[in-house]
């Protein structure tokens, strides 16, 4: 079997993946695409596997920000998980690239079907709002420059790659400040050697320094993301190993 490149289905026992892949569509999502728009029926769910997807919440008809964003390790449409079939964000390609599809019927037969996949899901929702609620204290407490600097390192985590394109317009949306702030801080992070930004291209050039740059958000997030992983309930004689960095819960 090819590698599985998306890391939510990746987790999945073997056999459950295989009974999904059947309903699974391969799809390249195009930048700019809306998924869904706030109050949409979700008909398919999307699994990013080089593409990246922001969650946005529009404000007074013409503003948007963002307060999430899915790439590989998640899937976009985690409402129905919940039992819900209703989108509260907008969901806006903003990394281009494959994806897999699965439709709401689908995914709703295959949630009930598979215990594995429901259990996966509950751990990438709990991570995700830890996402969502780490983004709206970061929007309030943090400076640009640092805000613009934890978006770089978490698109770059996502897609995998040091390089991507985005335009100042786009920014501006993703951290919530006009475009003059996003040229600031852009500037800023460029005259300190950190990333290269011209034509809309943007380019990493010292990743601890860019973490350096980073408020605390950025690894308060992966790290509960890796926590997450770590820290799933183990079944019965089948202990989990844990990192040493993740201290064992007291008995
Ligand atoms: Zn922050």
């Keep these: 079997m090819a ?45 990013p596997v080089e593409s990246l997807v922001s969650l946005l919440t529009p404000v007074d008809g013409h503003l948007a920000l963002e307060v999430g964003m899915v790439g590989r390790e998640g899937m976009v449409g985690v409402p129905l998980a919940l039992g819900i079939g209703v989108s509260s964000v907008r969901a806006l390609v903003q990394g281009a690239g494959p994806a897999l599809k699965m439709s709401a019927d689908r995914f709703r037969t ?31 407490f943090h400076v640009v420059e640092a805000r613009l600097a934890r978006w770089l390192l978490m698109t770059r985590d996502r897609v995998r790659s040091g390089e ?9 949306h993703m951290l919530g400040v006009r475009r003059v702030g996003v040229t600031e801080a852009a ?22 320094g860019l973490e350096a740059a980073s408020c605390d958000c950025y690894t308060v997030v992966r790290d509960m ?22 201290p064992a819960p007291h008995s």
């Design 3 to 47: 590698a599985i490149l998306n890391s939510l289905l990746a987790a999945l026992p073997r056999k459950s993946y295989r009974r999904l892949v059947s309903g699974l569509a391969p799809v390249t999502l195009t930048f700019g695409d809306i998924l869904y728009h706030p109050g949409d029926t979700i008909r398919d769910v999307f699994f």
């Design 110 to 140: 295959e949630l009930h079907a598979i215990p594995a996949l429901q259990a996966e899901l509950n751990r990438y929702v709990h991570t995700l709002m830890a996402q969502i609620s780490q983004t709206a204290a970061c929007n309030r």
């Design 164 to 172: 991507f394109r985005m335009t100042h317009e786009f920014l501006s």
């Design 187 to 208: 500037t800023a992070l460029q005259r300190r050697h950190l990333i290269e930004y011209s034509r809309g291209n943007i380019r990493i050039l010292d990743h601890a």
């Design 225 to 246: 993301h890796d926590g997450a992983v770590y820290s799933r309930i183990p079944a019965p004689h089948s202990p989990i190993s844990r990192p040493s960095s993740i």
